[in-house]
């Protein structure tokens, strides 16, 4: 569904943001991806909705390349992948229903379809309650949990989180992680980047580690793992999770 | 009403400052280009008014036949740069010449006077060529002993209105130019203010037909509304004008102040296309 074949991509400057990238992600499939800050994590996530395209090799995702996509077929392909970011991006001066109704009203989805797909994926991640709410009257958890409704919305195959948990407290960071899982679980795949480690060790999804742009580590191509060094950001220092 | 217009309509409410001083600053540059089109529209007219009394006049010679010269001017009438062409018989001349020269109206006698056919030329064909032209044939009688039209004067007349012209062009191009910069300027500005609503309609899959359509949407009401602003100021201006300098100038007609509104509207359009199409590219 996903798949990374030989992807470069090296910004202004000099820094090379992805290294001979050979990655693949199937359809329903959970993944991490870890590594430090600047490790290449954001980039192979903006490569996934084409925000940004590899110098060379390519990214195919779906029917889509990176090779050939034009700016509508990438409208396109972004109407099938849901994206969360960590500092949730939500419209300030509208309710929760019209920041998640925004997302099928901008790519002309049928009006009189609208209000029932807008409630159906409020009650999914709990927010039926807060519809009329304006963001800044929500808790960071919350406001998450409408940027994760808005990505659901058009039901995307898979839905893009990076750094979903980075602002929120260790509670509103356990719903949202449960949250995710729920949406695999119902056969959306799931690309996550995170520096939360702890999520990781408590889960057995796949993980791909990145460092200086390029996969150090992925857990898919272990048979039976039994150890794997991930490295903490925050410490510094490596650190056995499986 | 559809979600491009209805996002249109309500970044007013959402930025109404912004928007006022938007819609402030376009209709301020339209009214120096109302101003200006006025200036050119009145000099145009003293021009016209100008222009009108070109006049073509053949001289006969003493003894001609009247009826000759009565075919001469139905053949002259018929000429499709001719708006009229009249007998003025020496007594006829000799009156005229009393009324418009006083002083020397004891000198003058019919006698002294040649019989003319007088000719006024057609708007259009006020021009030195024409002129000339019709003098030539004029002057092909054989009962015409001259022909006088005024040359240096026509082609003085010729040049002031060519100048007027080109310059009314020119300038009215170079407002029309920081009209649409000015326009491109507010749309870029509202653009701004909206980025992260752009940006979401990126990662949501709006195409860019899409993004920019309440954009163009929002430079077209800017400039109809300037447009008619500037309209209106210009009409204030041009009273105060009248009323206190005792000018008597012409206002633009019906149809040149609706064509001003859409230029405004095109040109709001024109404004936000630059603008949100570059805005586009760079994102």
């Known amino acids: 569904m996903i798949r990374f074949t030989n992807a470069s991509l090296e910004y202004a400057r000099g820094t090379v943001a992805l290294h001979d990238v050979n990655l693949f992600i199937a359809r329903r499939e959970f993944v991490f991806l870890t590594g430090p800050s600047g490790a290449g994590k954001s980039t192979l996530l903006k490569c996934i909705y084409m925000d940004e395209r590899p110098d060379s090799g390519e990214v195919k995702v779906g029917a889509t390349s990176s090779l050939t996509a034009t700016r509508t077929d990438v409208a396109k392909l972004r109407r099938k992948t849901g994206i969360v970011f960590q500092d949730f991006r939500l419209l300030e001066d509208r309710t929760v229903e019209q920041n998640v109704a925004f997302a099928l009203e901008v790519i002309g989805a049928p009006r009189n379809t609208i209000a029932g797909k807008v409630s159906r994926v409020l009650t999914q991640v709990g927010l039926a309650s807060k519809t009329t709410a304006l963001p800044r009257e929500l808790s960071g958890g919350e406001q998450q949990r409408v940027a994760i409704a808005r990505a659901l919305v058009n039901d995307p195959f898979v839905l893009i989180a990076d750094e979903p948990t980075g602002n929120l407290d260790d509670r509103a960071t356990r719903g949202i992680f449960q949250l995710l899982r729920d949406i695999s679980a119902s056969g959306t795949a799931v690309v996550m980047a995170t520096h939360n480690l702890d999520l990781v060790r408590r889960s057995d999804y796949r993980t791909i580690e990145l460092t200086h742009g390029e996969i150090v580590f992925d857990s898919a191509s272990i048979a039976a793992p039994t150890g794997v060094a991930l490295l903490d950001d925050d410490a510094g220092m490596t650190e056995a999770v499986l | ?283």
Request: no cysteine; charged share 20%.
């Open chain 2, 1 to 283: 009403m559809s979600l491009a217009t209805r996002e249109a309509l309500v970044s007013f409410r959402r930025a109404p400052l912004l928007s006022a001083l938007s819609i402030t600053t376009i209709a301020f540059s339209l009214f120096a280009f109302g101003l200006f089109g006025l200036v050119v529209l009145n000099i145009r007219q003293a021009l016209e008014t100008v222009s009108e009394r070109v006049e073509i006049r053949a001289f006969a010679y003493d003894g001609t036949d009247s009826r000759s010269v009565a075919a001469a001017v139905a053949e002259i009438s018929a000429y499709p740069e001719v708006l009229r062409a009249d007998v003025i018989l020496p007594q006829e001349a000799l009156e005229r010449a009393r009324r418009e020269m006083g002083e020397f109206k004891d000198v003058f006698e019919s006698a002294f006077l040649p019989t003319a056919i007088e000719v006024r030329l057609k708007p259009g064909y006020r021009d030195p060529d024409a002129v000339q032209r019709v003098a030539g044939k004029m002057g092909a009688f054989a009962f015409v002993e001259d022909v006088r039209y005024g040359e240096d004067w026509i082609n003085q007349l010729h040049r002031i209105r060519n100048i007027a012209g080109a310059t009314g062009m020119v300038l009215g191009l170079a407002f029309a130019i920081v009209a649409v910069i000015i326009i491109g300027a507010t749309i870029r500005m509202a653009m701004m203010a909206r980025a992260r609503e752009i940006e979401i309609m990126r990662l949501v899959g709006a195409t860019d037909g899409f993004i920019r359509r309440p954009f163009l949407i929002e430079g077209a009401i800017k400039g109809t509304v300037g447009g008619a602003l500037a309209l209106g100021l210009t009409w204030f201006a041009t009273s105060v004008i009248e009323r206190y300098l005792s000018f008597d100038t012409v206002f633009f007609d019906t149809r040149l102040a609706v064509a001003g509104v859409i230029a405004g509207a095109v040109i709001g359009l024109a404004g936000s296309m630059v603008s949100v199409s570059r805005q586009l590219r760079q994102a």
